[in-house]
């Protein structure tokens, strides 16, 4: 091979290897370039979005001067004392008035202030003390309004067998409000007495709305649609739904009239019986018509009986839908 024939075929080899040396490089390029696929992350559990619900009031707490008298005068409406806790002397620290198997009023006695505790003077005095919801499972309601930032207490096993955690509510007329959550547990002496001191005579079988004094109603209102859960009724605003299907609701109301006292609606299946009880025992009542208009412009008028007790609390009887 002469020298020049040499050469060319040198400088065609040195071409086809910088192309195949191009090549390798754009392809490595390229794999750098686009990153390799990831596996699909696991799948985690979705936070629940509203809070779990409830299966309705179980009972509001009120102190009164004499539980004795109260207890003569729930009697007369026809509600009996389901049980009781005493003290040391023997004296009834807390009476359960039954108005069916699932709900409840609590009494409490009013104590003579102690000096050295200068908010034990609300004790001394009649008041509504606290509403109690009942959850239909109390972990998963506790677990989400730690969620929220409520910091509710740890639920606990209370005194009378049930599951109860409680949570600091908005301000009421004189202190800050203690939300109540409980869930009953088949052994409390509260399921041991279904079935029992259930009288026929009762004039009402059902608590549907109770009613809470704020010092600030709309802030108080906020928290619960906001914090609680809680739903606005479609006729009255300050009427809030429980969360889940009970039916049941809280109405938020000024400080003043209401003031410390406490005003719960009643459902009777007849409110000519539950007169004539009233008016058989001898029980001040008085009997209206109200009317109000839903959202959609719908009128509805509706008789109430109107009943007070030793205390000043208030029971609205109302006839059952």
């Not at 699909?40 to 299966?55: C, G, H, K, M």
């Not at 009128?299 to 609390?313: A, I, Q």
Request: proline fraction near 7%; charged fraction near 15%.
């Amino acid at each position: 091979m002469t020298q020049p024939k040499f050469a060319s075929a040198r400088s065609a080899l040195q071409r086809i290897a910088l192309v195949a040396l191009a090549a390798s490089l754009t392809a490595c390029a390229a794999a750098q370039a686009t990153p390799a696929a990831m596996p699909a992350p696991a799948a985690t559990a979705a936070a629940p979005t509203q809070t779990p619900p409830f299966n309705g009031i179980a009972h509001i707490a009120i102190r009164v001067q004499s539980i004795a008298a109260s207890l003569a005068f729930y009697n007369k409406l026809g509600y009996q004392q389901a049980f009781a806790n005493t003290g040391r002397d023997g004296s009834v620290s807390q009476s359960f008035v039954k108005i069916n198997d699932k709900q409840f009023i609590e009494l409490y006695p009013a104590v003579p202030p102690n000096p050295a505790r200068p908010q034990s003077a609300a004790q001394s005095t009649s008041s509504f003390l606290h509403l109690c919801l009942e959850a239909a499972d109390i972990n998963a309601t506790h677990d989400f309004y730690a969620a929220e930032g409520l910091a509710p207490r740890a639920v606990e096993t209370a005194g009378a067998g049930n599951l109860l955690f409680t949570i600091r509510g908005p301000q009421q007329p004189t202190f800050a409000q203690n939300i109540e959550y409980t869930q009953y547990m088949p052994t409390s002496r509260h399921m041991l007495d279904i079935g029992q001191h259930l009288s026929p005579d009762r004039v009402a079988d059902k608590m549907t709305v109770v009613t809470l004094a704020m010092q600030d109603p709309a802030a108080a209102r906020d928290f619960y649609l906001t914090k609680l859960g809680f739903t606005a009724s479609k006729t009255n605003p300050m009427l809030l739904n429980l969360p889940g299907t009970s039916g049941q609701m809280v109405e938020i109301v000024p400080a003043d009239p209401l003031g410390s006292k406490s005003s719960i609606v009643l459902t009777t299946p007849s409110l000519d019986k539950a007169a004539a009880q009233l008016t058989r025992q001898q029980v001040a009542f008085k009997r209206a018509t109200s009317t109000t208009t839903d959202a959609n412009g719908k009128t509805r008028s509706e008789e109430m009986l109107t009943v007070t007790d030793p205390d000043g609390n208030i029971l609205r009887i109302v006839a059952a839908h």
